[in-house]
DNA sequence: TAGACAAATGGTAGCGCTACCATGACTGGG
DNA sequence: CCCAGTCATGGTAGCGCTACCATTTGTCTA
């Protein structure tokens, strides 16, 4: 006995109620919404009208399910209050606004492991597209992605083996930069500060570390690092370690710009003068470093672009137009000023 | 003729083929896996060990689709790099973490238009909880929310007329207590510098304009605002626009922490005392104002409690325990710091 | 010991949509 | 003028899961 129309789903009208009003198939209210072209210009417009009329939404549940893909583009990022990678995630949300596509955004907390785990949550879903932030994913995590069954970008980095397309630039040649800045400077006792030594920041420190060896001045005391999690006070706190260890230091490359503004602020409060005394540099250039007093030297990266360079060649390879080109290097600009002026 | 089980949808492993492999029926699967206990201990291991051994992970959109109930919380907010909703965000991330909920986030850009499209758009998944900042919805908005049929949380805000659930603090008592605060301290000719001028930044100058005109002090002039989204070197350009206008400017309350920031930085390269010449009051307290160079009072406020405050309430809702108390103020506290110590 | 009742399990019928094929109406080339 | 080829439209059969109702078995009370 089939109840009358008993809607468990609440009552809201679906594709059969706009097909009756509009008096055509069920198939043809679905390919005028998704393909218009097929539909002949007369059944568009009454269908159109029936869709207004009735206030009809498609379910995007029962979309996904009929047609195994759903209209999701997963992101996974280390963190959701760094700066950094929110700047790429309002790339990806501007790129796709215009589009059907949704968005859902895993946090792994700089974890390997949560990164598989969401992974396997987000390829339940059968996403359209996955765009994840690093080149170091576990084995069994880059299995995941290499089985996802859509496009895959990795962004922030570039590396020698993508897993589908990469977006990013050379931690190594900005850390590198960043040093034969400080060097050509005039400065030689360089230290390097970071914090939340992720990948990147290794390969920032790498970079670093290669250019004090050509110069013959590396020194493995001049390096302060923590696991924790950078933060400006952060900064401050590594900052007086290092000078601790090393009262002579004459600069510093900080990590990332909130350490640069944490050394900065130490360096006022007990009177150390920037940049006659020490250098500094900062990693991304936030806004905030144009504007310090003095003005910080940063390695300016292009974190927007990542974002939506990332969602263009998505877009291409979902619609069956792989980008020729799978690795983008966006590159970084070394941004010169007073802190590292003397 | 029905086909050999085409699988459209790619091969993976389905509850029927979970079910089969256990040698019991679908339902008691899906059953085992939603509500462990009414099924039996040993079909309970049974189905177990399929599970893991064909790698099954159940289909989210068939889910939905059949149970008329997505498991995702919808969250609004007006920015995605704007630190505060960021600290928002993570809270309920990391609230959410360990269920089996997906969050998807919803950038309106500070529009109502937009935060209306985007309901639409949620709404037609029918989430489990939708999260919304503020409280200034739009007519319309206001009624995708009374409709949506699940729990809803406006945070950041509280206010007299919940859709639902609210949690947050008053922005115009925040306003004024720093208002308060610098007039106890001696400051005379305050001034309010804002950014972004949105609903809450609005109500925080209300306070602060209610201060100063209970001690008789309140001059329009005082007052320096845009529309142009909040940096810290927009703190400093508004900061000089404001002391053009009004000279004998002595006192600043900051809309927020970056143009706290950008306003000491141009004391710094005024040489403008702080706190002597100029008190400085912040609002949020990001990390960096306890550790500029003088330290900067502000306002604390709780946001990453506010993220895990109301996903506690949703998950109660969700579960039929809707909280007695329906608006939680989170309150906020007055960091005194150097900025304002003369 | 019968009857009531709860606990454990299963079958059926969709949820709302789209893939796949079929159909009929044209079009155009030989 | 016929038949292949295209275009516009529609019907059917699921996609993978769960709501809703059986059905069976065991347990307790009167």
Redesign the interface.
């Known amino acids: 006995m089939t109840r009358p129309r008993s809607r468990?789903?609440?009552g809201r009208p679906t594709i059969a109620d706009v097909a009756r009003k509009a008096g055509v198939g069920a198939i043809t209210v679905s390919r005028a919404l998704r393909e218009p072209g097929r539909v002949s210009e007369d059944l568009r417009r009454q269908i159109q009208a029936a869709v207004d009329e009735l206030g009809y939404?498609?379910?995007?549940?029962?979309r996904?399910?009929a047609s195994?893909r759903?209209e999701v583009f997963g992101v996974l990022v280390p963190s959701?209050?760094n700066?950094v990678f929110?700047?790429v995630?309002?790339g990806i949300?501007d790129s796709l606004?215009d589009s059907p596509f949704?968005?859902?955004?895993g946090?792994t907390h700089y974890s390997g492991l949560e990164e598989e785990r969401l992974l396997?949550?987000f390829?339940?879903?059968?996403p359209a597209a996955l765009i994840v932030a690093g080149i170091d994913q576990t084995p069994s995590a880059r299995r995941l992605l290499e089985n996802a069954?859509c496009p895959v970008v990795q962004v922030m980095e570039t590396g020698p083996d993508p897993v589908d397309m990469m977006v990013g630039f050379s931690h190594l040649d900005g850390g590198r930069t960043a040093a034969e800045h400080l060097l050509q400077a005039g400065y030689r006792k360089i230290g390097f500060i970071g914090a939340r030594m992720d990948p990147r920041s290794q390969r920032r420190l790498a970079g670093y570390r290669a250019a004090m060896e050509t110069a013959g001045l590396f020194d493995p005391r001049l390096i302060t690092t923590t696991p924790v999690p950078s933060?400006?006070?952060l900064?401050?706190e590594l900052f007086r370690d290092a000078l601790a260890k090393m009262p002579t230091l004459d600069g510093v490359f900080c990590n990332n710009d909130?350490i640069a503004?944490?050394v900065l602020?130490?360096c006022?409060?007990a009177s150390i003068d920037v940049p006659k005394q020490i250098g500094i540099v900062g990693f991304n250039d936030l806004?905030?470093m144009?504007?310090?007093?003095p003005s910080i030297t940063s390695v300016r990266t292009h974190r927007y672009e990542i974002g939506t360079r990332s969602v263009a060649m998505a877009l291409a390879a979902i619609a069956g137009n792989p980008p020729q080109q799978r690795i983008v290097d966006l590159g970084f600009e070394l941004m010169r000023r007073e802190s590292t002026a003397r």
Chains 1, 2 share one sequence.
């Open positions: 468990r789903g609440g939404v498609p379910d995007p549940n029962a996904a399910l195994a759903a959701l209050t700066n929110a700047e995630v309002r949300y606004s949704r968005i859902q955004i946090n396997q949550v390829g339940s879903q059968r069954g933060s400006v006070s900064g401050r909130d503004l944490g602020f130490e006022h409060r806004d905030m144009q504007v310090a007093f």
